[in-house]
């Protein structure tokens, strides 16, 4: 898997890179969860979302967020690491000029980050969000959220409880022309611990295969 090195807005980030054959093939952008608690782009979740994405068919991009591993920069509240996220698709865009689906993967702060990424490319198509923060990040900017994915959480959360990503999704129910898909995992924690990693990625798996034959936004 090459490493990549590319440009953020506050010095160098740094990323792996996970390319198809096929020039056209479909692109993924994989964040991880929250810097100051231990969140890179190795984390477990974040690198099996990323090789699920890949076995789908997907070019596929993850990258540390300003500040961890080798990436330049330092911590900044969510503002900068949307920004990094940015510069992260721009990257993996400039590559696959003809890529026809663009999908967004987070996991925790990876998913807060990912949704409103969401709001500022309208060329993304789909997204998962998995464990989204619910109880801890304001998610109501999702006024309309524009396309549809799949929110996936653990029903043994402790660190973002159910109950919260529950009526997250119950408000963008009410939006017209999208479907968000909510699907909880018996058992699972946060992080989706075994033996509930394999469960949660074959759900994840499920729903983009399905996107991609249905090609709805």
């Known amino acids: 898997m090459p490493e990549v090195i590319f440009p953020g807005p506050e010095g160098r980030l740094e990323g792996r890179y996970h390319p198809q054959k096929s020039k056209d093939a479909p692109i993924a952008i994989v964040l991880h969860p929250h810097p100051q608690f231990g969140g890179t782009m190795n984390n477990k979740v974040v690198y099996n979302l990323h090789y699920a994405f890949y076995n789908m068919g997907f070019t596929v991009l ?3 967020f300003r500040g961890v591993g080798r990436s330049q920069g330092e911590y900044d509240l969510g503002v900068g690491e949307l920004s990094d996220a940015a510069s992260a698709l721009d990257y993996l865009q400039s590559m696959n000029t003809n890529a026809k689906h663009c999908w967004v993967a987070g996991f925790s702060f990876g998913a807060w980050i990912g949704m409103q990424l969401l709001m500022r490319r309208p060329e993304i198509t789909g997204f998962i969000s998995v464990s989204p923060p619910a109880n801890m990040y304001d998610f109501s900017f999702l006024a309309p959220c524009p396309s549809s994915g799949l929110m996936i959480n653990g029903l043994a959360d402790r660190v973002a409880p159910p109950a919260d990503t529950v009526s997250l999704v119950s408000k963008l129910h009410e939006q017209k022309g999208i479907t968000i898909t909510h699907e909880q995992v018996e ?14 990625i074959e759900t994840v798996q499920t729903y983009v295969k399905r996107r991609l034959t249905e090609n709805t936004r």
């Not at 924690?189 to 990693?197: A, L, Q, S």
């Open 62 to 64: 993850r990258f540390n």
């Open 187 to 200: 058992g699972a924690g946060h992080f989706f611990e075994d033996p509930h990693m394999d469960p949660m």
